[in-house]
């Protein structure tokens, strides 16, 4: 049975190198047969790297162990759904797992209706068999996750307990989706620059696509805040950690391609600095995957260590050096339609806010590297810990913030700096009061909370303007009531209106950043049973809790659990108990300390187990009051929403052209 | 020898893998001033964690170490400083402001001046550019609209022409 699984790995590897040789013969000679073939070839890679999946999943679902994978991250005591989910549990079946996705995106785009793009297809071929091909090469040299022990072990070691939660059997995978998508859009982009392609049909076809990526990337980063919250017990949704860093990296770089990306559509401009994106982009995916995958930098994530790095740091080097040698060589090409007209446009609001994002993505991927750099250089490795990160990147956060109040206000080409003004005065006026509110009537006091709220409230004001804007006019121009208005509104120009849903969803999600951040308190004490400990915060009052019981708790094979029962009384009153428990995994001899939580909209109880006596005379919490928490999944779930109405396909472009034709029936006629 | 060595691995081993199963709970320990300096450093043995968030053997008898050290009359910061000077900067979450700790923080606030700079150019460059009579403003009158015209519609119009 391993010996299929690899089969089909090597039988993929074949296909995908022949697909790249003969996709670029086809071109080349403008055979559409051999571009055919290629294709064929391509499709086939899928389709082996599937069987290859699925053997691995049998595999791993009878608990074959003499596969050194299967008792790597599986032992006689997993339950079934946790040997499925095994396949990403460990390096070597996870970079099968993302060469198999990979393929599914390359599959996919191969398979769209190509039309007026044909002549890209061999170019796209060839670039993403190019990058599928790495990764197939490595399951199938150094990583292989079919490699067999010269014996067969009576039992596996079992996975890494930190993976044992819902959110970590779907992060994982929604992440590679995230990361593996880009490869659409990149693939486009070379083609469009080896094709000498000038206008912006690279950037519309894969438009979907980089905004499907964008959103599971964004999920990836959103699930993996929640697991962390929910199941390493330290009261935060977001570490700095280098894993997590090297997933967020990526998307400060796409977030603004997919915005500049409407500045070349609507006004011809930042063709050079679009490509250079895309390019910046997938480079960094690959680096992601790369410092996930090859254990480089130490930390909670990172299970891996092995000898794919140098090989991961060869391919990047290349795939960079070409690309950004094409971009040179085509750099005439890709000159500008349109000039700035004013200083003070949506155009120059764009560009600045490249610069934020691509400021951001730089200071986070020097202080995730600087370990490394300067452990290479001088010896001598600095830590560079969540401080630094949230000083350096809290004030560029807050000026996006802003910006995205103020962009959406700015037409194209100019407005005067009195013109704005006036438009800007209610959102300007919301934002004051409510900083003014804020600081007279609530507990808020901070001037770094005060001010972040103010932008908030401010940036809230100018999204809603534009959608009551837009409404209105539905309404006088139709008749039709609110509700129908709003609806017709985002479903006739979804791409803009759910853009706007995806800032409302971002507010949502920085209030609850700036509640944690500035508001969270957090107490750790030793009580004795019966005795109570107190911890308070303005947001939600007083909490009382009181130590009753101590004992073991049913669970899962192979996993102690010792739990902790404690009343909870918000200013006087009992409003339920927190239970939160140690998992204590005998095989790993690793401890888990998972936190129970007492749920409010506005704030939440966060509760873990630090310590105990034997005999549960007395024992130690750690209590959090987490304000605000809520509005950051909710903000969340807003910008899930808004990205897909932006993605859904919609009646647009049939609108687009009737209206269109009815303007030339008039310049006709 | 080597006994000797392979008994001091498993017993470092099992010293950092033990489970937090009867911690000495102290008393009359204040715990948060305690995690307030635990806050501030790393923990030893896993690079992401801070000292106060680890729950490992090592990072509980660092903290106890902690407590006795505030116990004996020390300040935050004096403790703080008594870590670095064993075991070096490392220990601490925030990388130092000078030496090679410099770096850090000074590239990002290099690369934000220089983009800033290029971004200025750039724009300085491209409205310098313009013709003098593009200093109308397009939603005064129905008649600067004709003088601004909308290059995308234009283009739309051109386009349908074409595929007519």
Redesign the interface.
Known sequence: MPAIGYTAQVLAFILTLYAIVVSAAGAKKNRQDLVMSARNASLGATIFLAIAVLVLEYLLIIGHYQTEYVADVTNNVTALFYRMTALWASQNGSLLFFAFIMSIFTGAAILRKWGAVQNLLPYVMAVLNLVLVFFIGLVVTVANPFAQLPFFPPDGQGMNPMLYHWGMIIHPPILYIGFAGFIVPYAFSMAALITRQRGDLWMRTSRRWTLIAWLFLGMGLLLGGRWAYDVLGWGGYWGWDAVENAALIPWLVATPFIHSVIMQESRGMMKRWNVALMILTFSLVIEGTFLTRSGVIGSVHTFAQSAIGPLFLGFIGIMFILSLALFVLRWDDLSSDNELDSLLSRESAFLLANLLFIALAFTVWWGTHFPIISEAITGEKIVVGPPFFMKTTGPLFAALVLLMGIAPLMPWRRITSRKLLYTLRWPALVGALTAAGLYFFTWIKLPGALMTFAFLAFTMTTTLLEYGRGINARRRAHDENALTATLRLTARNRRRYGGYLVHIGVVLLAIGIVGMEFYQVETQQNIDRGETMIVSSPVAGTYELTYQDLGMAPSQPGIEITQATLTVSRNGQVVGEVKPYQEFFIRQQQPMTIPDIHRDFMSELYVIIAGWEADGSSATFKAYINPFINWLWLGGLVLIFGTLVAVWPGPEPARRRSRAKSKTGVVTA | MKTHILLLTLFLLTLF???????D???D?D??A??AVAR?M?CPT?????LA?C?TQTC?QWREQIADLLASGMTQEEVLDWYVARYG??V?????KHG??L???I??VI??LV??GW?AY??KR??A??PEV?VV???ASPEATIT?PD???LK??E???QD?
Do not use: H, M
Not at chain 2, 46 to 50: A, H, T
Not at chain 2, 92 to 96: G, V, Y
């Open positions: 893998t033990l489970p937090v199963l009867a911690q709970p102290q008393g320990v715990l948060d305690v995690n501030k790393n896993c690079q992401s964690l801070n968030d729950r509980n900067e490392e601490l979450q925030e990388p130092p090679v700790g770096y850090v923080w590239l990002p690369g934000f983009g800033a971004l750039i724009l491209w409205s550019n313009q593009a403003e397009i939603d601004a290059d995308d519609y739309q119009v386009q349908d022409l007519l």
